[in-house]
């Protein structure tokens, strides 16, 4: 059996097999690479090149980037202002969102821009009353066409871009794909707001993402009085309190002014039993009584400005959260208290809630208790803190920190030094000062210089799928390449088209690669497509880069199916969305990629 031949039973086989759907694709892609070595098609150093290769480096490098927007509060904030300007018009509140998501995927990819979105998007349709089915899948979409926008949109667009520089030696530009995405956005915008409410489902989801974003003020009415706030009060410099003891000036009932905690600026709990210039008390009562207490003793109300003390619990700087009482616990049986610092020294416990009856701390301030299973403690310090003690056997989360943080702290301590080191990679990626994986790879590691993530969420921000399905199917597609397997698709591609018109062979190459990109990953499309569209332009004579950019446009047209992207299946639940909804808004649309790929790219990249 020849190469070729052997080749394409493997190509079918693994096409047949991510179609079935029963193998994850992590599995095929390393089995195709181990199979290509046992058929001695390529050698072993070549079986695993692909996980070596600069493009898994720069889409791993990105995952932080886009974990550092993300974790910076950057798409909270971008949540905000779609929720101040879109109002209750629905032409704008479709095409604010599909903005917000595209912008958003150019910086951190399809599915990350999705995955960030799709809580408020749900949560603002129910506000409105409207159905998510006729925001959710524009907000998909809009996504797949913002992954044009520029180079680090899509790991595709990194593999094109890779294919160019090794069969031209020139490269595309970071923003030059805007030529193709900006038009498929402004279309599939158009098209949303004037055919969308005849074609997408009106459906109640089964399921609705938890919203958080008014967290605190939800906890503080849980376990305090209605008419009660909790405030921070600063002790200055000149406070005649410095270097009062703390145990004498809060009585348990004086004037309706409880004492919780006693903390420095980032949320840390203090022990010092007397009061320091700088400290703060973490205090609730009614706002008369605290304004009144504050007065007295020469303190300062820590002031809201705008979100970033929220009702006394969560800040840039600190936060809450809810944990119980896991059965079996060793803190069973233990005592608790309000103002109780924990034993890391780094978490204080403002409330301890009983199911079924009213938070023990609605009673009495100082009352000490003990800790049954199923008990509910309210934990407040600093995020890095709540990160890192909550992760414990004797505790299960209500909602984690970084959940709580993302929804109720826009552009967080984080947000600035993220946005400059972002600004900088995209500086280094559009001048080509060093290669992509490069600046890719120093805007990762100054993320977790800065502090904007730590390691541990730069580690758990990889999308393992992603990268080993781009790292094993690599090998595959450098074989296609090397057994003539792509040189005889694309002389079968060109007999097909009769050859006599480029733009057959441009609409050959989108319809095969548009058509494969509906059944399995656009990735392993891309991968499997791009040498046989190499072969194709060569054998006719026409331009690497009019045809690759065609396989981009097509790559990206993933608009038919739930399984055709992450992105897709996402949306599919939250808006209660059926497998056949996808096609009958996704073929208008696809018309239009299909356009923009076969007549458009060829005006910017000429055959």
Not at 97 to 122: D, Q, R, Y
Not at 126 to 148: D, K, T, W, Y
Not at 168 to 176: L, S
Request: with cysteine; proline share 5%.
């Amino acid at each position: 059996m020849t190469e070729p031949v052997l080749m394409l039973l493997i190509l079918a086989a693994t096409v047949a097999i991510f179609v079935w759907n029963k193998i994850s694709v992590e599995i095929v892609a390393i089995g195709v690479a181990l199979m290509l070595f046992s058929t001695g098609i390529i050698s072993i150093d070549e079986a695993f090149s692909g996980f070596g290769s600069q493009t898994v480096v720069l889409i791993a490098a990105l995952f932080v980037v886009a974990e550092a927007v993300d974790s910076a509060g950057i798409t909270t904030w971008m949540g905000g202002l779609l929720v101040r300007f879109a109002g209750d018009s629905r032409p704008r509140l479709i095409a604010l969102i599909m903005v917000f998501t595209a912008l958003l995927t150019a910086v951190i990819s399809v599915n990350g821009a999705v995955a960030a979105l799709l809580p408020m998007v749900v949560v603002l349709a129910v506000r409105l009353g409207r159905e998510p089915g006729q925001l959710l899948m524009p907000m998909a979409f809009a996504a797949h066409a913002g992954s044009l926008l520029v180079l680090t949109g899509s790991p595709v667009n990194i593999l094109i871009l890779e294919a160019a520089i090794d069969t031209t030696g020139k490269g595309i530009g970071f923003f030059e794909f805007a030529l193709v995405g900006l038009p498929l956005l402004v279309g599939t915008i158009v098209i949303a707001i004037y055919i969308g409410p005849k074609l997408l489902p009106q459906r109640v989801p089964e399921t609705v993402p938890k919203d958080l974003s008014d967290h605190p003020r939800v906890l503080l009415g849980h376990y305090w009085p209605a008419e009660h706030e909790l405030v921070r009060l600063l002790v200055p410099a000149g406070s005649a309190q410095v270097g009062d003891k703390i145990a004498g000036l809060l009585p348990a009932t004086r004037g309706g002014v409880h004492l919780l905690s006693v903390q420095n600026a980032a949320g840390k709990p203090l022990p010092s039993e007397v009061l320091a210039a700088g400290g703060f008390l973490v205090v609730r009562g009614t706002a008369r009584d605290i304004a009144d207490f504050a007065i007295e003793h020469e303190m300062v109300v820590e002031t809201t400005k705008g979100r970033e003390v929220a009702c006394g619990l969560v800040s840039k700087s600190f936060g809450v959260v809810e944990v119980l009482v896991a059965p079996r616990s060793n803190l069973i049986d233990t005592s608790v208290y309000p103002g109780m610092i924990t034993k890391s020294g780094s978490l204080v416990v403002l409330a301890h809630h009983r199911a079924g009856q009213a938070a023990i701390t609605n009673q009495v301030t100082t009352q000490i208790s003990e800790v049954k299973a199923g008990d509910t403690l309210l934990l407040q310090g600093s995020w890095k803190a709540l990160d890192q003690h909550t992760r414990d056997h004797n505790v299960l989360l209500v909602d984690s920190p970084d959940a709580i943080r993302r929804q109720t702290v826009p552009l967080g301590p984080g947000a600035f030094p993220a946005l400059g080191i972002l600004a900088v990679m995209v500086v280094m990626m559009t001048t080509n000062i060093v290669p992509a994986a490069v600046a890719a790879l120093l805007a990762a590691m100054a993320m977790v210089l800065g502090r904007v993530v730590t390691i541990g969420q730069a580690h758990r921000s990889m999308a393992w799928q992603t990268l080993i399905l781009v790292g094993g199917m690599i090998p595959l597609s450098a074989a296609i390449t090397q057994t003539g397997t792509a040189k005889m698709l694309a002389d079968g591609i060109v007999n097909l088209t009769g050859g006599s018109s480029p733009y057959l062979l441009l609409l050959g190459i989108f319809v095969v690669t548009a058509v494969l990109g509906q059944l399995i990953s656009n990735t392993a499309t891309a991968l499997i497509i791009i040498p046989i569209s190499l072969s194709v332009a060569a054998e006719a004579g026409i331009s690497p880069i009019t045809v690759l950019m065609c396989v981009s446009v097509a790559s990206s047209a993933a608009l038919l199916t739930p399984i055709a992207t992450p992105a897709n299946m996402m949306i599919m639940r939250p808006a209660g969305y059926r497998f056949g909804d996808y096609w009958k808004f996704g073929i208008v649309i696809m018309a239009l990629y299909l356009a923009i790929g076969v007549f458009w790219v060829p005006v910017f990249w000429p055959f």
